[in-house]
Each structure stands twice: as C-alpha cells, then as structure tokens.
C-alpha cells in the first residue's frame, strides 16, 4: 500500500472531482475544504487491503480508480462478496453514526486502485452545520438500503440466469434501449462470486443467454443484442 501526500496538497485538482459525489455536492466551498484538510490518498496494488472487517472505522471512502471488492468472512475463512465498488462510488459512511463504529467487511483491491479517505469525524462535524448534506447522505443510504434489499430478493428467490442478466443490466445506464456492451473489467470468478454462483454456473449462464440469442460473449467483452428484451427476462419473463 502507498500512503500519498494529504489531498489538501492537491486540493485545487480534487475540488471539481469530488463535488461530483453526492455526498459532497451540497457542501459550500469552505466545507469542502475543510474535508480534503482531513484527507489522505491511498494507492493499492491488486489484492492489497484498504481495511479489516472488524477493524476500528475511523473514515470513509471514495474510491477514484480501479476497483475495490467488500466482502464479509465467515469463521471457517468462506468470503461472501457483498459489493464491487467502481469509481466514483462511496464506500463505509455508515460508520458515522455508530457508537463503536468498526467495518463490517473487508475492502480489498481487485486491480490497482486509488482510494479517498475522508475523516468520518470532519465530515459529521459538518453535517450538524448543513441540512442539505444531511439530506444528501440520507439520500445515498437510503438507495444503498434499496439496492441490498433488491439483491437479497435476487439471490434468494431467482435462479442464476436472472442473476446474471440483473448484473450485465447494472451495468447500463437505466435508459439504455438496443444494442449495447458490457465490459467485464471485474474477473470472472469474482462476479461469481458477487452473484453467489460457481464460476462454472456463470459460465453455463452466459451460455443459456447466448443461446437465446440476447448476448454475445468474446473475451471480456460481452454484447447485449437486445436489452429491452433482457429486461423483460428480469421481469419475470420465461427464456
């Protein structure tokens, strides 16, 4: 792990940046200064951890590049992949509100990857001063709440082929209709992983919906033929 300089030092390039997160697009100017005097930037090199479940949680992140897996582990050492973090997205701002805050997973590097973190104290501090970053962060908690609840749905009452089309889904914007591409910068086994599926299931999935005629699988490059009717499948909509 690299420990770079505080992002204060650079906060003229970081301001722009990290407005664009929702967490931080309500804060004035002055605020979000006062973040980034309490930042640091860690570089990760694959595989390498950004932080321990259990470990005593003092920040929360933005992850700026690569990608970053969150995973919980049982006694007996199984991982259970709880999210992919891409960038852009924010990570572990629950802890702000918990009396013994410590992280529930463990956030590992799955490529090289550069990590905000925030001061969970600073950025609290602030939020007794702003109601519109309140709104902001209960905002984000609440989709994050909806997102988990959708996948609890996902992984426990669908079968795998509708596992896999929700996730090429994720992938799109919302709006996107026709003829698309997905690239699978995350490696295979870890998508399998993240859908609670053998990598060998994942493969036969990909298959099934090749079949179909709505994929089209080269490398790590998979085309969505028709996403509208992939959506359907999601839907409840029999192959």
């Known amino acids: 792990m690299k420990r770079l300089t505080p992002a204060q030092a650079e906060s003229s390039a970081l301001l722009p940046q990290i407005r664009n997160g929702v967490l931080f697009s309500a804060l004035s100017d002055e605020q979000l200064t006062t973040v980034l005097q309490h930042t640091r930037i860690v570089e990760l090199g694959e595989g390498e951890v950004l932080f321990d479940q259990g470990q005593p949680a003092k920040e929360f992140f933005l992850l700026d590049q690569g990608q970053v897996k969150l995973a919980r582990c049982s006694p007996d050492g ?27 997973v463990t956030s590992t590097a799955i490529v090289p990857s550069r990590v905000f973190c925030f001061d969970a104290k600073t950025y609290a501090d602030i939020l007794h001063e702003s109601t519109d970053a309140c709104f902001a962060i209960l905002a984000e908690m609440s989709r994050r709440l909806h997102y988990h609840i959708a996948e609890i749905d996902r992984l426990t009452l669908h079968s795998a082929t509708f596992r896999v089309a929700c996730y090429l889904l994720d992938q799109l914007p919302s709006t996107q209709i026709g003829v698309s591409e997905v690239r699978l910068d995350t490696p295979k086994h870890v998508i399998a992983a993240r859908l609670s599926i053998t990598p060998e299931t994942l493969s036969r999935s990909f298959a099934k919906l090749s079949r179909e005629g709505l994929i089209k699988v080269q490398d790590n490059a998979v085309t969505l033929n028709d996403v509208e009717k992939l959506r359907q499948v999601t839907q409840g909509e029999a192959l």
């Open 78 to 104: 199984n991982e259970k992949i709880i999210d992919i973090i891409s960038p852009g997205g924010t990570f572990a701002e629950a802890i702000m509100f918990a009396r013994a805050p410590a992280y529930p």
